[in-house]
Nanobody, 125 residues
Framework: QVQLVESGGGLVQAGGSLRLSCAASGRTFSSFPMGWFRQAPGKEREFVAGISWSGSSTYYADSVKGRFTISRDNAKNTVYLQMNSLKPEDTAVYYC??????????????????WGQGTQVSVSS
């Protein structure tokens, strides 16, 4: 069972940047594709970005393509989400989660594990 701790959120003005981190426990972290998801108030949780287990493939929701970059450091058991050119509509609680089968280059874009506590991102206009 992988346990996840998200951090790096905060309050930022529109056009600003934040870098989120997701620290995972468990030796199996590096074998899973990972995804970032978000949930805005009153909305369903949605897929934002994903990365294959090796880091060779990345996937993005259309709403963040060109602004967000996902990366991972398997030696540190950590996945990152660099968010640039933030918009008020990016305001949400952000979560990470395994998102695929072990050693797969395919990101399923749905969660495969339990949720962490998330990290709040608030973007003011």
């Amino acid at each position: 069972q992988v346990q996840l701790v998200e951090s790096g959120g905060g309050l930022v003005q529109a056009g600003g940047s934040l870098r989120l981190s997701c620290a995972a426990s468990g030796r199996t972290f590096s074998s899973f594709p990972m995804g970032w998801f978000r949930q805005a108030p009153g909305k369903e949780r949605e897929f934002v970005a994903g990365i294959s287990w090796s880091g060779s493939s990345t996937y993005y929701a259309d709403s963040v393509k060109g602004r967000f970059t996902i990366s991972r450091d398997n030696a540190k058991n950590t996945v990152y989400l660099q968010m640039n050119s933030l918009k008020p509509e990016d305001t949400a609680v952000y979560y990470c989660n395994p998102s695929g089968r072990p050693y797969s280059d395919y990101v399923a874009q749905v969660p495969f594990g339990s949720w962490g506590q998330g990290t709040q991102v608030s973007v003011s206009s």
